[in-house]
């Protein structure tokens, strides 16, 4: 969703057609085969956008209040506080510029008389005020400084608005404080031991800030490695999870447990030149210059507890994906009859099961009221251990054979897809098309 501000610039309008044009672009280079003739109609839906706008004085919140990297104005007759900020900014700057030196310094600088003084310096250009975040680009351009805006919430300080002049120096960072419909903002003397106070982090003089992710880098050059990289991602703050909560344990019991069977297999493919006349540009603008053909397979299934395959096939003939269909409905057919049942262990020696305290699925102790049974594979006999009665439950032998393909997203089962349609006409073949050439 765009903002679209009362001004709607032709720059506005020419960005959103640029962006729809550029995700159909994407969508037809995909190969999906769609061209694009002709826009319709286009809709336009609008929903009510009230932006924020720093403007009169609001309170800190209390762990802030005595914080002396923050220098909160307490304008209460006007909408101001954007250009105070950047006054008392500039004074901080240039050394502060008071009317008596002699009175508190502190009190001198929240009060918005200081900065009304006609000698105080005030930033180019006119912009309506209070001031909103759309307005701080042109504001930054204009006063060839960098604005930054944070937000203290939780207990944690969030970046909202990062300038994009980057490289510029020098920098203003300001903190938007909400009170309902009023915001306001307050000047930060110094962002990074703000935020050192903050997060109680010991603040040394070769700490470094990013003020994307607020991260800390410990050299200079560290920094440039960090922000090169950071600059790219939308601003964010690393929360850690409490300590009950960080960290994590495997649950999925059911998904752990192995194949007794597995097939694998791979394609080799010429890439052939094609003769052809050039696209008719109304129609496609697809020419086709080049085809897969298959060269050859290799396939094998493997048996869980066995070193080496129990089947191994390699095809180059010339009929190699006709052959591939028919030696994959062969090995079926082998697993199939070689599924084993074993309906209890035999020949093993088994622990004594009152020993045991632990369930070697879920690896939880054993309650008093649990049911402790004995755990066996059913495809090869072997004792597993003693499990609670609905973890043995759940864990079971797998009664599918997965296919795995190297690199098949992509042409691979393109080319069985045609071959199982040529070979066997009525197999239904479902599968989620990514686009009419590549699946998934
Ligand atoms: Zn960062
Ligand atoms: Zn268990």
Redesign the pocket.
């Known amino acids: 969703m765009t903002p679209v501000h009362q001004r709607l610039s032709n720059e506005t309008f020419f960005h959103m057609v640029e962006k729809m044009l550029t995700v159909l672009f994407v969508f037809a280079s995909n190969g999906s085969g769609w061209i694009l003739q002709k826009i319709l109609w286009v809709d336009l839906k609008f929903a009510k956008f009230s932006p924020i706008r720093g403007s009169s004085f609001i309170e800190l919140p209390l762990c802030l209040r005595n914080q002396r990297y923050l220098l909160n104005i307490r304008n209460h007759d006007d909408f101001e506080c954007f250009n105070y900020c950047y006054t008392a900014w500039y004074h901080e700057l240039h050394g502060p510029n008071l009317a008596d030196p002699s009175r508190d310094i502190r009190t001198q600088l929240t009060n918005p008389a200081t900065y009304r003084k006609p000698e105080a310096t005030k930033p180019r250009g006119e912009f309506s005020m209070p001031m909103g975040f759309h307005d701080i680009h042109q504001f930054e351009i204009m006063n060839d400084v960098q604005v930054n805006v944070f937000q203290f919430s939780k207990g944690d300080l969030l970046p909202m608005y990062l300038s994009n002049n980057r490289n510029i120096e020098p920098t203003i960072d300001l903190l938007l404080l909400f009170n309902e419909d009023v915001h306001h903002y307050v000047l930060i003397n110094n962002l990074i031991k703000l935020v050192c106070t903050v997060k109680e982090k010991q603040f040394t003089n070769s700490l470094r800030l990013c003020r994307n992710c607020f991260a800390f880098s410990h050299s200079e050059e560290q920094h440039q490695v960090h922000d090169d990289a950071c600059r790219n991602h939308a601003p964010a703050t690393i929360k850690m999870p409490s300590d009950d909560k960080n960290s994590f344990r495997f649950k999925n019991f059911k998904a752990r447990w192995f194949a007794p069977f597995t097939i694998y297999f791979d394609f080799e493919s010429f890439l052939m030149p094609v003769s052809s006349c050039p696209a008719n540009p109304d129609a496609s603008s697809t020419e086709v210059i080049e085809q897969h053909i298959p060269s050859g397979f290799a396939l094998t299934l493997i048996e869980n507890g066995f070193s080496t395959p129990k089947e191994f096939v390699i095809d180059s003939s010339k009929n190699c994906m006709t052959n591939f269909i028919k030696k994959l409905h062969e090995m079926a057919r082998e697993v199939y009859y070689s599924k084993r049942r074993f309906p209890i262990y035999l020949g093993q020696q088994v622990p004594n099961r009152n020993s045991v305290v632990d369930?070697w699925?879920?690896e939880?102790p054993f309650g008093p009221e649990d049911t402790k049974v004995l755990d066996h594979c059913h495809h090869r006999g072997d004792f597993l251990g003693f499990?609670?009665e609905?973890?043995n439950w759940i864990r079971r032998t797998i009664n599918f054979t997965p296919v795995i393909g190297r690199n098949i997203a992509n042409y691979d089962l393109h080319h069985v897809c045609l071959a199982l349609r040529e070979i066997e006409p009525s197999t239904t073949i479902n599968i989620i098309p990514s686009t009419d050439e590549k699946y998934i």
């Open positions: 369930c699925i879920c939880e499990a609670h609905k973890c």
